[in-house]
């Protein structure tokens, strides 16, 4: 099949499984929007939101309609890498076998990762990196596609451990989940206090999924496209000769090369579910907020005058 008829194939897909997803998720249609972005895009994600917005549930059917196997991690301040990479044990007959985690898994939810200290962050985040686990000096190769949906809380910082902006930058996405809106309250209230269930039908294989990710990176891509999301990212170092004003007023920090790279693959993924062959800039500019959300760093002017980060990205386009 050509690249163009199986992206044709992936619109009609993607359509369905939006359905599919609808069924059981109430609104929240640009954060699903994100979530599989980065799936097709083989990135990972990290969720920012209040608790009680539905995100296990939301992570669960969109795997179950994607036809991946989930496991969700809930991170305290006393889960230990071993708890999440696994471990050996002594078998019956003395040998040592190793017990996988629950880190093996297509797509695992890392529920509130800033409450576990910086050992067990960086055990997950060498996983996502890697692609393997290393246990005992020997390397466990993990399931294909990958993929790592972090949460974080933003409210009670207390007891927690924020992730260093090293570790922040292997997110491909920073997504906002917020409240919903006072109709899809009544719908969600109406959905879930009834004995009734709606079952999700998955739609894909874990190996149609690699193949999509594959097709992904297949996409061309116009010089002029590159250039603008390279200069887009250059714009947020305050360093740069390059940088407006504005981002050498508020910005202590801008984002890395990584943003750049994710910036054309999120673009790509964007422009193919759109039913588009080659992404052009207004695809970039629509995944942007998601990409450099999380990789700039505001100053204490910024937060003294309450100017968000998500306002300095749309100036700077």
Same mark, same amino acid.
């Given at each position: 099949?050509?690249?163009?008829?199986?992206?044709?194939?992936?619109?009609?897909?993607?359509?369905?499984?939006?359905?599919?997803?609808?069924?059981?998720?109430?609104?929240?249609?640009?954060?699903?929007?994100?979530?599989?972005?980065?799936?097709?895009?083989?990135?990972?994600?990290?969720?920012?939101?209040?608790?009680?917005?539905?995100?296990?549930?939301?992570?669960?059917?969109?795997?179950?309609?994607?036809?991946?196997?989930?496991?969700?991690?809930?991170?305290?301040?006393?889960?230990?890498?071993?708890?999440?990479?696994?471990?050996?044990?002594?078998?019956?007959?003395?040998?040592?076998?190793?017990?996988?985690?629950?880190?093996?898994?297509?797509?695992?939810?890392?529920?509130?990762?800033?409450?576990?200290?910086? !050992? &067990?962050? +960086? #055990? =997950?985040?060498?996983?996502?990196?890697?692609?393997?686990?290393? *246990?005992?000096?020997? $390397?466990?190769?993990?399931?294909?596609?990958?993929?790592?949906?972090?949460?974080?809380?933003?409210?009670?910082?207390?007891?927690?451990?924020?992730?260093?902006?090293?570790?922040?930058?292997?997110?491909?996405?920073?997504?906002?989940?917020?409240?919903?809106?006072?109709?899809?309250?009544?719908?969600?209230?109406?959905?879930?206090?009834?004995?009734?269930?709606?079952?999700?039908?998955?739609?894909?294989?874990?190996?149609?999924?690699?193949?999509?990710?594959?097709?992904?990176?297949?996409?061309?891509?116009?010089?002029?496209?590159?250039?603008?999301?390279?200069?887009?990212?250059?714009?947020?170092?305050?360093?740069?000769?390059?940088?407006?004003?504005?981002?050498?007023?508020?910005?202590?920090?801008?984002?890395?090369?990584?943003?750049?790279?994710?910036?054309?693959?999120?673009? !790509? &993924?964007? +422009? #193919? =579910?759109?039913?588009?062959?080659?992404?052009?800039?207004?695809? *970039?500019?629509?995944? $942007?907020?998601?990409?450099?959300?999380?990789?700039?760093?505001?100053?204490?002017?910024?937060?003294?005058?309450?100017?968000?980060?998500?306002?300095?990205?749309?100036?700077?386009?």
């Amino acid at each position: 099949m050509s690249d163009v008829a199986a992206i044709d194939g992936l619109v009609k897909k993607y359509g369905s499984l939006k359905n599919e997803i609808a069924k059981v998720i109430i609104g929240q249609e640009a954060v699903v929007d994100q979530v599989i972005l980065s799936i097709f895009s083989g990135g990972h994600a990290l969720l920012v939101g209040v608790p009680g917005l539905a995100k296990t549930l939301m992570v669960n059917t969109i795997s179950q309609a994607l036809g991946l196997d989930f496991k969700r991690i809930q991170f305290t301040p006393d889960l230990m890498p071993s708890d999440i990479l696994g471990s050996e044990i002594l078998d019956e007959s003395r040998h040592f076998k190793f017990l996988p985690g629950p880190v093996f898994a297509n797509i695992i939810l890392a529920d509130e990762i800033n409450r576990t200290p910086p !050992k &067990t962050q +960086a #055990a =997950l985040l060498e996983a996502m990196q890697e692609k393997a686990v290393t *246990v005992a000096g020997k $390397s466990y190769p993990l399931s294909r596609p990958y993929f790592v949906l972090a949460t974080q809380n933003p409210i009670e910082q207390e007891g927690t451990y924020p992730l260093p902006e090293a570790q922040l930058d292997r997110f491909m996405f920073a997504i906002n989940l917020t409240y919903p809106s006072h109709q899809e309250e009544v719908s969600i209230v109406k959905a879930t206090t009834t004995d009734s269930t709606n079952t999700v039908n998955p739609l894909f294989t874990a190996a149609e999924i690699s193949g999509y990710q594959q097709l992904i990176r297949r996409v061309p891509v116009a010089d002029n496209v590159i250039e603008y999301a390279v200069k887009l990212v250059g714009k947020t170092r305050p360093a740069s000769s390059g940088a407006p004003q504005l981002v050498k007023d508020y910005l202590d920090w801008g984002a890395g090369p990584r943003a750049s790279q994710n910036l054309i693959l999120a673009a !790509k &993924t964007h +422009a #193919a =579910l759109k039913g588009k062959y080659s992404p052009d800039i207004e695809d *970039v500019q629509a995944v $942007s907020e998601g990409i450099l959300r999380h990789r700039l760093i505001k100053n204490y002017k910024a937060e003294a005058e309450g100017l968000t980060i998500e306002k300095i990205i749309q100036e700077l386009h």
